[in-house]
């Protein structure tokens, strides 16, 4: 479709890229400036989603200590996974709310609400203020992980689309490594003030007001005010984001995805109706479950307890907070490989690799850990174990669940379906990050075995049960589940 899409413009408007005077050709390159600067505001809410997921892994070490908040393994394992708890309810009604109220007002919204949470942690005076903040940041969370994305995709031009909506998943990425750089810098001032941990969740508010304030200079998206029946405000916005050559056309295709998009919405099925179809409910049995894999193979695990992890390798608190910084980078490198292998080697070829060489990488550190943790040689073997976990797990894993479960549910039940699957996602987000600090406090050899055993399941459980979507008509993979379940 997007190529038909720049053929016709092409052929229309044929001066476009040939004025002698370069006029337009600088208002194209003015337009796409402003397009990536709207692109990097919205996605300061996916940074925050990275930051305020990763920025317990240092922090957490200092809460715990008698005269801050004195935290248990289990309580450590509360305010961790009290924001992916939240952000589980924020995922299901972010996304209608912003129907309501707009992509800009949520976003800002969202700003507002990262800003005075990250404030409320950092002065928070016992756990149960944490925890709360916690939760209020999670709904944050959950409610960019619906909403950047699709703001993204609504004001970028087709041939952009790809990659402008990808910065997303860049950036949340990125937030990650930038809290446990700040982790890194701020760690060796623990040593004499471990009130530093405020310091360090505090700090996401800097984005937070990038996104609040930014949010007021960017343009509401064009779509959604087509289907608020807004007409003069999209013509408006499309005159500030594309060329006055392709405005009219433009907006013609919008007001005609509308038409059809409410067409298809008032056919959506109920969860009634989805729950009373075998092969549907198959499908999306089939969906939590890549969900469930994703998170129970460790990821999360090692992502906000990481530095936990190295130092029981055997190294100091300060020295494990800069190697724990490469596990940040190397889900930026994992990210970006995933986006050029995922449409080369196929969905199930990526599954098994990333659950293969997951849990073999899990495997080798538990045996090291057990048989020979005092050697010299044992905890940077242990590092580079883990970092070759995290770039293959943000290579495969990562990115093909969310991308199968978008083509696996037929458009009826797409909406509802995709919903709950992300939901359970989240949930099991939730289970790993309350567990793991406990399950590492008892042994972290085994709690690396458990997630081994998870991933051979999980390699099970796709050879099964998940179908090869690469190249493959959404018709098809309809077809597959209803050949094999509608009985």
């Known amino acids: 479709m997007s190529t038909v899409c720049r053929c016709r413009k092409a052929s229309r408007y044929p001066a476009i890229r040939t004025d002698v005077s370069g006029s337009t050709d600088r208002k194209s390159n003015s337009h796409t400036g402003f397009l990536w600067l709207a692109?990097?505001?919205?996605a300061m809410g996916s940074l925050l989603f990275g930051y305020d997921t990763g920025i317990v892994n240092g922090s957490l070490e200092f809460m715990a200590v008698k005269g801050q908040l004195d935290l248990t393994a289990f309580q450590q394992g509360i305010v961790s996974s009290g924001l992916t708890l939240g952000a589980a309810f924020g995922a299901i009604i972010g996304g209608p709310f912003a129907d309501k109220i707009g992509?800009?007002?949520?976003?800002?919204?969202?700003?507002?609400?990262?800003?005075?949470?990250?404030?409320?942690?950092?002065?928070?005076?016992?756990?149960?203020?944490?925890?709360?903040?916690?939760?209020?940041?999670?709904?944050?969370?959950?409610?960019?992980?619906?909403?950047?994305?699709?703001?993204?995709?609504?004001?970028?031009?087709?041939?952009?689309?790809?990659?402008?909506?990808?910065?997303?998943?860049?950036?949340?990425?990125?937030?990650?490594?930038?809290?446990?750089?700040?982790?890194?810098a701020l760690t060796p001032l623990g040593a004499e003030?471990?009130?530093?941990?405020?310091?360090?969740?505090?700090?996401?508010?800097?984005?937070?007001?990038?996104?609040?304030?930014?949010?007021?200079?960017?343009?509401?998206?064009p779509r959604w005010l087509v289907s608020q029946g807004k007409m003069d405000k999209a013509l408006g916005v499309l005159r500030r984001i594309r060329s006055a050559a392709s405005v009219e056309s433009e907006m013609k295709e919008i007001q005609d995805k509308d038409k059809a998009d409410k067409e298809l919405n008032a056919e959506q099925a109920t969860f009634k109706e989805l729950i009373s179809k075998r092969w549907v409910v198959q499908?999306?049995?089939?969906?939590?479950?890549l969900g469930i894999i994703q998170q129970f193979a460790g990821i999360n695990s090692i992502m906000y307890?990481?530095?936990?992890?190295?130092?029981?390798?055997?190294?100091?608190t300060t020295v494990a907070a800069i190697l724990n910084a490469g596990n940040g980078f190397l889900s930026i490198v994992g990210a970006v490989l995933g986006m050029f292998t995922i449409d080369w080697l196929g969905r199930r070829n990526l599954e098994f690799a990333g659950l293969t060489i997951c849990g073999i990488t899990l495997v080798a550190a538990?045996?090291?850990?057990?048989?020979?943790?005092?050697?010299?040689?044992?905890?940077?073997t242990i590092v580079i174990l883990v970092y070759l976990y995290i770039i293959f797990f943000q290579g495969t894993l990562g990115p093909v669940t969310?991308?199968?479960?978008?083509?696996?549910?037929?458009?009826?039940?797409?909406g509802i379906g995709t919903g709950i699957t992300i939901f359970v996602l989240w949930i099991g987000n939730f289970i790993v990050g309350l567990l793991s600090p406990v399950l590492l406090e008892w042994n972290m050899s085994n709690t690396f075995y458990i997630f081994a055993v998870c991933c051979v399941l999980g390699i099970i459980f796709v050879a099964l049960r998940v179908p090869e979507t690469k190249g493959v008509p959404l018709e098809e993979i309809e077809k597959y589940f209803r050949t094999k379940y509608d009985k």
């Open 39 to 42: 692109t990097f505001i919205a």
């Open 103 to 184: 992509r800009k007002k949520i976003l800002t919204i969202l700003g507002i609400i990262f800003s005075v949470g990250a404030l409320g942690c950092a002065f928070a005076t016992n756990i149960t203020i944490l925890i709360v903040f916690r939760f209020i940041l999670g709904l944050a969370v959950g409610s960019a992980s619906a909403n950047v994305p699709v703001y993204i995709a609504e004001i970028a031009p087709t041939e952009l689309r790809g990659k402008m909506v990808t910065t997303a998943q860049v950036m949340i990425v990125s937030g990650q490594f930038v809290a446990f750089g700040v982790n890194a």
């Open 193 to 221: 003030n471990a009130a530093i941990w405020r310091w360090m969740l505090g700090l996401g508010t800097i984005p937070g007001i990038i996104l609040w304030i930014g949010m007021y200079l960017i343009p509401e998206s």
């Open 283 to 289: 499908i999306l049995i089939t969906g939590a479950m």
């Open 305 to 316: 307890y990481g530095g936990k992890i190295i130092q029981e390798s055997g190294f100091d």
């Open 366 to 380: 538990g045996v090291i850990h057990t048989v020979a943790p005092n050697a010299s040689w044992a905890g940077i």
């Open 402 to 414: 969310w991308l199968i479960n978008s083509e696996i549910f037929p458009q009826r039940y797409r």
